[in-house]
């Protein structure tokens, strides 16, 4: 894999080569989520080309949306099973390790089966859907996305980017809920997935001219593996684009002086929320206000 991707829309960068930056130093959705929630320097510290001690998180337990992705949106050469009950053998750890090595998702044998269910319980709600065009149809499954934007080198990995370039579908998996209600209100935004939306679509722009449309399928993983269809509202969608803009200007300004703050240096003065007071007064109603 080249060092620096030049823009363009990529199919066949594999997903460690996306992940290590493979046009550095570039600005990804999910960089750009990490300073926007918490600050540059957090950034910086979760940069695999600007932090000398970067270390990617390894994660060795079973995670059964991870294994659902694969199989569904890359199909079952995407994982390798592993024919052992569990990952306490040497053999099954070297069979797991030389798995990674090749790009695939290790699972043990009850794991695939698991993650099997899922998929088979996801495409047949995926069919029952009223939805055009229908999700993860008439496409392809991670797209890298580099583009160059304001000044700066950006970067994405796109879930299903449709061959007409008109539509982009994301799987989110989660423990929650997956009504559509209590997602949109709460998990999305502290995921940062308005972001996500906003890059994605900026990217898609930048090396089509193509307006897409963003849809969110979320699902449980858990039986019944609930599954919903979200997308970002006008307004919600202007908002994310005002916090991209921001990560930007922000991003290219600590680049060109290699300065990257954290939080502000003065001493914050803690006001109260509404709901605290609300909260307040309704346990204490007869606690009249201080004059």
Same mark, same amino acid.
């Given at each position: 894999?080249?060092?620096?991707?030049?823009?363009?829309?990529?199919?066949?960068?594999?997903?460690?080569?996306?992940?290590?930056?493979?046009?550095?130093?570039?600005?990804?959705?999910?960089?750009?989520?990490?300073?926007?929630?918490?600050?540059?320097?957090?950034?910086?510290?979760?940069?695999?080309?600007?932090?000398?001690?970067?270390?990617?998180?390894?994660?060795?337990?079973?995670?059964?949306?991870?294994?659902?992705?694969?199989?569904?949106?890359?199909?079952?050469?995407?994982?390798?099973?592993?024919?052992?009950?569990?990952?306490?053998?040497?053999?099954?750890?070297?069979?797991?390790? &030389?798995?990674?090595?090749? $790009?695939?998702?290790? +699972?043990?044998?009850? *794991?695939? @089966?698991?993650?099997?269910?899922? !998929? %088979?319980?996801?495409?047949?709600?995926?069919?029952?859907?009223?939805?055009?065009?229908?999700?993860?149809?008439?496409?392809?499954?991670?797209?890298?996305?580099?583009?160059?934007?304001?000044?700066?080198?950006?970067?994405?990995?796109?879930?299903?980017?449709?061959?007409?370039?008109?539509?982009?579908?994301?799987?989110?998996?989660?423990?929650?809920?997956?009504?559509?209600?209590?997602?949109?209100?709460?998990?999305?935004?502290?995921?940062?997935?308005?972001?996500?939306? &906003?890059?994605?679509?900026? $990217?898609?722009?930048? +090396?089509?001219?193509? *307006?897409? @449309?963003?849809?969110?399928?979320? !699902? %449980?993983?858990?039986?019944?593996?609930?599954?919903?269809?979200?997308?970002?509202?006008?307004?919600?969608?202007?908002?994310?684009?005002?916090?991209?803009?921001?990560?930007?200007?922000?991003?290219?300004?600590?680049?060109?002086?290699?300065?990257?703050?954290?939080?502000?240096?003065?001493?914050?003065?803690?006001?109260?929320?509404?709901?605290?007071?609300?909260?307040?007064?309704?346990?204490?109603?007869?606690?009249?206000?201080?004059?």
């Amino acid at each position: 894999m080249s060092d620096a991707l030049e823009p363009g829309i990529y199919s066949d960068v594999a997903e460690g080569d996306y992940h290590a930056d493979p046009s550095a130093p570039s600005l990804s959705a999910s960089i750009a989520k990490i300073m926007c929630n918490r600050s540059p320097l957090h950034a910086w510290e979760r940069h695999p080309r600007l932090n000398p001690d970067y270390r990617p998180a390894e994660e060795s337990k079973f995670d059964r949306g991870t294994a659902a992705h694969a199989l569904l949106l890359e199909g079952s050469d995407r994982c390798a099973v592993i024919d052992a009950d569990s990952w306490r053998t040497n053999a099954a750890k070297d069979e797991r390790d &030389a798995a990674r090595a090749e $790009g695939r998702v290790p +699972l043990l044998a009850h *794991e695939h @089966e698991e993650a099997c269910w899922m !998929v %088979e319980a996801v495409r047949r709600q995926l069919d029952a859907l009223e939805v055009y065009p229908p999700l993860f149809t008439d496409g392809g499954p991670e797209q890298t996305l580099v583009w160059d934007e304001r000044g700066v080198r950006c970067r994405a990995r796109l879930d299903w980017l449709r061959d007409n370039r008109q539509t982009i579908d994301d799987l989110k998996t989660t423990g929650g809920s997956a009504d559509p209600r209590e997602w949109a209100r709460r998990r999305l935004w502290d995921m940062g997935a308005d972001v996500q939306v &906003a890059m994605n679509l900026r $990217g898609v722009k930048a +090396l089509t001219g193509v *307006e897409a @449309e963003f849809r969110f399928c979320v !699902v %449980e993983n858990q039986a019944p593996y609930g599954l919903s269809v979200v997308s970002l509202a006008p307004s919600a969608l202007e908002l994310a684009n005002a916090k991209v803009d921001w990560a930007l200007d922000t991003w290219r300004e600590c680049i060109d002086t290699d300065t990257w703050p954290s939080y502000p240096p003065e001493v914050a003065y803690a006001d109260v929320p509404p709901w605290e007071e609300m909260r307040w007064l309704e346990a204490h109603p007869f606690v009249k206000e201080a004059a």
